[in-house]
């Protein structure tokens, strides 16, 4: 039987009580602990500088007799560039982190790279699950499986776990070469060996940091016995306050299990406050998720990352914008159209097509630097040019439609230029019009696309390699591959328009009921 638990969700500004509508105290055996997480930031700096920001708010919050610690669950970095991953890694730094896990993205990195860059992080790098082939891996000593935090007298066992999936979501290299995931089961099995080993070690409150995403979570919840919380990520979900059959579960030995995750590209950090008592049972607990975009953009931090990347350069100035969506994975992005349109004008193409997960970011008014175009599309994939049939180029739609209707959203409509296209909340695309250069409008039949008419195409080494599976993979068939990504060509469509940015939303997707 479940031990009772109470949800606490207050309409309080920023970082809503700390329990305080509880009359009584906790007493000395009890531990009350205050949780500062975030999880697959990808190396977003505009949203890291802001939620050292709010860490900051947060540390002046009252937390007489709690146990304060901040965790991360993964991808906090992302892509092949090892700035990034420096970037990353001061970022934690300055926040104080006790530990992460290990996501895919920190392994789009060669170990070699890794294994340097974590030289100087004051933070346990961790995955409790994988294997290190090769008898000199320069990761070899640098991930724990787990570690005990000691905290007001109060011990804390934390594990971590990175993504069984993972060779599934890196590009070919030396890390999917040398880090070998275990499967899902002995995953499971690697969490309650250590669970069980800090239990003998008279350890009762264990955290897991868990880059598997939500579904892996809920049975490794349920299927094990000991863990308290698992601060989720990877599969980028927006989980808020406390909910049985959600995120809240029951052990094997019938003890309640939180789940969390703070969505993608650090637009959101959670706080997680709890209680325990003495036998290290969660007897209270309350999960505030904050927007990042509260906040604004920290000048040290900023002053930290440009001794690391280098001096943002001005491109520009946005005059005018638009809120970023919601859910930039199944909605229109104006954010995403201009870089869309400058790929297409680039590129001289007829078309230009992402996918919406790609984007991750939006522009703010005022200046534009290239930083700031590079938070937007931070994965460092390579430019393309190809060609698409009709039919491709429709299918391409269709997939992408359904996931309007799939879990997750997954894997995100596509963003166009040279295009316009209107799907409807069943996930299926009613109509598509091809826009040439000067500006005319060509009708296409999506029931019957020409398999015959081809399209000249601006797009990136994932989207062509059949990324998303929203085309077949044809990375074979590209005509031409650049060693760049789209923020090299958005700085240029800025810079020769010489006037001011306007971002706003021309309709060229349209979802409809």
Excluded: W
């Amino acid at each position: 039987m479940i031990h009772p638990i109470n949800s606490y969700n207050f309409s309080q500004p920023v970082f809503k009580g700390q329990n305080t509508s509880n009359n009584t105290a906790p007493t000395k055996k009890n531990a009350s602990t205050s949780i500062f997480y975030v999880n697959d930031l990808h190396g977003n700096m505009g949203n890291m500088s802001r939620i050292y920001n709010a860490k900051h708010s947060f540390d002046k919050q009252n937390h007489d007799g709690q146990d304060v610690m901040v965790l991360g669950s993964g991808d906090i970095s992302a892509g092949a560039n090892v700035k990034l991953l420096k970037i990353s890694n001061a970022f934690l730094n300055v926040m104080g982190a006790l530990g992460t896990a290990i996501g895919n993205h920190e392994f789009d990195a060669n170990p070699q790279e890794i294994a340097e860059v974590h030289k100087t992080a004051n933070y346990k790098i961790m995955g409790a699950n994988l294997s290190l082939q090769g008898e000199n891996n320069p990761l070899q000593g640098q991930i724990t499986k787990s570690f005990v935090q000691e905290i007001n007298g109060n011990k804390y066992g934390i594990i971590g776990l990175i993504p069984p999936d993972l060779h599934e979501r890196i590009r070919e290299n030396e890390s999917r070469k040398t880090i070998i995931p275990f499967s899902k089961e002995d995953s499971i099995k690697a969490v309650q060996e250590e669970a069980d080993k800090m239990k003998n070690e008279g350890i009762n409150k264990i955290i897991v940091l868990s880059h598997c995403g939500l579904e892996f979570d809920k049975e490794l919840a349920q299927n094990t016995s000991g863990v308290d919380v698992i601060l989720g990520a990877h599969t980028h979900e927006l989980i808020k306050d406390i909910e049985h059959n959600k995120n809240l579960f029951t052990s094997k030995s019938g003890e309640p299990v939180i789940i969390t995750q703070a969505g993608k590209d650090g637009d959101q950090f959670g706080v997680l406050n709890l209680e325990f008592d003495e036998s290290g049972i969660i007897q209270k607990a309350q999960n505030n998720v904050h927007n990042s975009s509260k906040f604004k953009r920290n000048p040290v931090l900023e002053r930290i990352f440009d001794g690391i990347i280098g001096k943002a350069t001005e491109v520009g100035y946005v005059e005018k914008t638009v809120p970023a969506p919601e859910d930039r994975l199944v909605e229109p992005n104006p954010h995403a159209y201009l870089i869309m349109d400058a790929c297409r004008e680039e590129f001289g193409t007829d078309l230009a097509l992402i996918n919406a997960g790609n984007i991750r970011g939006h522009f703010d008014e005022g200046k534009l630097t290239e930083r700031k175009v590079f938070e937007v599309v931070p994965l460092k994939n390579r430019m393309v040019k190809m060609k698409l049939t009709e039919e491709e180029v429709v299918n391409a739609l269709k997939n992408g439609a359904k996931s309007l209707i799939n879990p997750g959203h997954k894997p995100s409509i596509v963003m166009p230029s040279g295009l316009e296209y209107t799907m409807n909340r069943k996930g299926e695309v009613l109509n598509a019009t091809f826009i040439d250069k000067q500006g005319v409008k060509h009708p296409i039949d999506v029931n019957h696309p020409d398999k015959n008419k081809i399209y000249t195409v601006a797009t990136d080494d994932f989207f062509a390699s059949g990324g998303d599976k929203l085309i077949p993979n044809k990375i074979n068939e590209i005509d031409e591959r650049f060693d760049f990504d789209k923020d090299k060509l958005t700085c240029q469509y800025i810079k020769k328009q010489g006037k001011p940015v306007q971002i706003k939303d021309d309709g060229r997707i349209k979802i409809i009921d």
